[in-house]
């Protein structure tokens, strides 16, 4: 059964970057599309794009100056970064598997909070 | 961009249905799917293309889609099913195609 964990700091300084990492656990990163989505405190969900394996990517245009999502194929983990981040940032940042026909994301990981403060 | 209207919230009595809808335009030409999610947890898939299940889901969650307004339905609702319930679908009309989500509808059992 697949399983993802993100992991990184808790705590990103305004203006710095925010990275993140998910690793993927019980099953192969090949195939699928591997996406981040983030909601923030009392809010909804917000995708933030995806990669597949192979390294295409696409990322939600609200956020494309300051996204990149890349993957580890060697190390079953993808990566996200954000950089110049601001407190409208602070958020439970997802990792999710993403199906390859209709793009639904059936597998979650459990979540990890970030917050942006100095 | 693509936009998806759920109402903020939804009250039903326990063994009711209870409908959640979610609105977009010509959302019916477009594949939907339906996500739970329980304070402090992550979303759990519970309705992918329109009205398909993923295993281990119960009977009792349903979906429909159709012209401007996609469905899901729960019936015979118990108090375990309190939640936010969202809706997404994969947007390719626009230049930049992604993934799109409502704004999530929260659904009290009463």
């Known amino acids: 059964q697949v399983q993802l964990q993100e992991s990184g700091p808790g705590l990103v300084k305004p203006s710095e970057t925010l990275s993140l990492t998910c690793t993927v656990s019980?099953?192969?990163?090949?195939?699928?599309?591997w996406s981040w989505i983030r909601q923030p405190p009392g809010k909804g969900l917000e995708w933030i794009g995806y990669?597949?394996?192979?390294?295409?990517?696409n990322y939600n245009p609200s956020l494309k100056s300051r996204v990149t999502i890349s993957v580890d194929t060697s190390k079953n983990q993808f990566s996200l970064r954000l950089s110049s981040v601001t407190a409208a940032d602070t958020a439970v940042y997802y990792c999710a598997r993403g199906a390859t026909r209709y793009f639904y994301m059936d597998v979650w990981g459990k979540g990890t909070t970030v917050t942006v403060s100095s | 961009s693509y936009v998806l209207t759920q109402p903020p919230s939804v009250s039903v009595a326990p063994g009711q249905t209870a409908r959640i809808t979610c609105g977009g335009n010509n959302i019916g030409s477009k594949t939907v799917h339906w996500y739970q999610q329980k304070p402090g947890q992550a979303p759990v898939l519970v309705v992918y293309?329109?009205?398909d299940r993923p295993s281990g889901i119960p009977e009792r969650f349903s979906g429909s889609n159709s012209g401007n307004t996609a469905t899901l339905a729960i019936s015979r609702v118990e108090a375990g099913d309190e939640a936010d319930y969202y809706c997404?679908?994969?947007?390719?009309?626009?230049?930049?195609?992604?993934?799109?989500f409502g704004g999530g509808t929260k659904l009290t059992v009463l």
């Open positions: 997404q679908v994969w947007d390719d009309s626009s230049d930049h195609p992604g993934v799109v």
């Open positions: 293309a329109d009205s």
């Open positions: 990669i597949y394996y192979s390294g295409t990517n």
């Open positions: 019980g099953g192969s990163i090949s195939t699928y599309y």
